[in-house]
Nanobody
């Protein structure tokens, strides 16, 4: 199993970023996929989840209404669209399936 995140970077408050996670080594379309993040000095925390067909999603209260998780099963990829970014969204963002994790991608929100 391999999960490879990309799309992180430096963005100003109020800006947007789209993260991608390319998955391989399992039947992608059969699994829930999630995004987590680890903010500086904090524990890793749940951000968003999407069910196998994309029919259901779940979000942490802190990102609800600003972030959108979606997937393209034909491309074995899950995305996290992040809008209206805040300084407190600064974190390393991780893709997750069961006990599999990617290497993370850094998102820094700063003016």
């Amino acid at each position: 199993v391999q999960l490879v995140e990309s799309g992180g970077g430096l963005v100003q408050p109020g800006g947007s970023l789209r993260l991608s996670c390319a998955a391989s080594g399992f039947t992608f379309s059969s699994y829930d996929m999630s995004w987590y993040r680890q903010r500086p000095g904090k524990e890793r925390e749940f951000v968003a989840l999407i069910t196998p067909t994309g029919g259901n999603t779940n979000y942490a209260d802190s990102v609800k209404g600003r972030f959108t998780i979606f997937r393209e099963n034909a491309k074995n990829t899950v995305y996290l669209q992040m809008n209206s970014l805040k300084i407190e969204d600064t974190a390393v963002y991780y893709c997750n399936r069961l006990d599999n994790w990617g290497q993370g991608t850094q998102v820094t929100v700063s003016s």
